[in-house]
């Protein structure tokens, strides 16, 4: 089967986190990426200390399947190559302050001049309609504009940011969703150019979902409860007697029935709390008995008794136990021909286009681009 994405050529001017994981999915499907980057290469080169073969862990995260070329926008030589580059593109993504583009000399009016069929993505902190569009942005900041600061934490640590880069991650995700609609729109009604903006802002404003919704319902919000959920009991991280934690979900009157047994006669007597609504009126008296339980045994021993009857109980992994268990590396993650291990692409499609492109490595700083 040919790969729909082998002739899609992506011009990618994109640095740090947002912008280059939006064009590694698309690379990974198979888009040809060209990464065009300044003199001395881009901000994640060298971003962090943690480094492999002279570049740090956040280029290497996000930068597979692509190529790389050095343009000097000061240099009317290589801004005359860039543009005949341009001429040949599908698609542009950029994730520069807003205007950047446009004061180095190529605004999206002089880009659709170059290609009239272009799709221009533009990866920004605020979406277009919003006063601080032009503000810098960077994770903690979303995080914490969007209140998802503000529903984690502690009572006693107050709002905490989320330890992954959330802000930078959900961004990307749906640029590279509407890149795809808008190659399948030019299919359908070809010779128009499209212009595409996703905000952090508004990406990760859509993951606040229910809560926001909650509030505005409501016109209040329940005190951070550490990892207890605000609706849902049990819902809560308990320590094992091994010194490991555990995590418990109950959604629905099934799984709650799954956690009993898998509990079994020590907490039995919580049977009597059969409904959603008896559960979370008497959340402390059911935490206080599964604290205890949990105590009582190790951590394995919960996830066996959880995979026999189901239910939604695992151990809370680290780091060191995500990158030693066999299975998670052999399905999750995947060795690149420089020996790095990065996590894989979660996409599975059956009967995939050959060849899906990778894994190969995040590109050397490239040759300039009028070499």
């Not at 990426?33 to 994640?44: A, R």
């Not at 026999?308 to 136990?321: D, H, Q, S, T, Y």
């Amino acid at each position: 089967m040919k790969n729909p994405l082998e002739a899609v050529r992506i011009v990618d001017f994109t640095h740090m986190i947002a912008g280059p994981l939006c064009t590694q999915v698309l690379a990974d499907l198979g888009a040809r990426v060209v990464k065009i980057e300044p003199p001395g290469g881009e901000t994640s080169r060298n971003l962090g200390n943690v480094r492999f073969q002279g570049h740090t862990s956040y280029f290497w995260s996000f930068n597979r399947n692509k190529t790389s070329y050095v343009c000097d926008f000061a240099d009317q030589k290589d801004l005359a190559a860039l543009e005949t580059l341009l001429r040949e593109a599908d698609v542009v993504v950029d994730n520069f302050r807003p205007g950047t583009l446009a004061r180095l000399g190529l605004s999206p009016d002089r880009i659709e001049l170059l290609k009239p069929d272009i799709i221009q993505c533009s990866v920004s902190g605020f979406d277009p309609a919003d006063p601080d569009f032009q503000r810098p942005a960077v994770d903690p900041v979303i995080q914490a504009i969007s209140g998802a600061m503000e529903v984690n934490g502690t009572l006693q640590a107050g709002p905490l940011k989320v330890g992954m880069p959330v802000g930078d991650a959900l961004a990307p995700l749906y640029a590279s969703t509407a890149i795809l609609f808008a190659l399948m729109r030019r299919g359908a009604d070809p010779g128009k150019p499209q212009r595409i903006n996703i905000s952090m802002l508004g990406s990760l404003i859509s993951a606040m979902a229910p809560h926001d919704f909650a509030y505005r319902l409501t016109g209040s919000f329940p005190q951070r409860q550490n990892n207890e959920h605000p609706q849902i009991s049990p819902a809560n991280t308990y320590q094992a007697a091994d010194g490991r934690y555990v995590t418990m979900f109950a959604p629905n009157d099934k799984h709650w029935q799954a956690i009993l047994e898998s509990l079994g006669e020590d907490a039995a007597h919580l049977a009597c709390h059969g409904t959603s609504a008896e559960r979370a009126e008497h959340r402390d008296e059911i935490d206080d008995c599964i604290r205890r339980v949990i105590a009582s045994r190790p951590a394995s021993h919960w996830d066996e008794r959880a995979r026999r009857f189901g239910a939604l109980i695992v151990p809370v992994n680290g780091l060191r136990e995500v990158v030693s268990d066999p299975t998670l590396n052999e399905i999750y993650y995947q060795r690149l021909p420089s020996g790095a291990v990065v996590a894989k692409s979660p996409i599975r499609i059956s009967d995939p286009p050959e060849p899906l492109l990778g894994p190969t490595d995040p590109p050397p700083l490239g040759p300039n681009l009028r070499a």
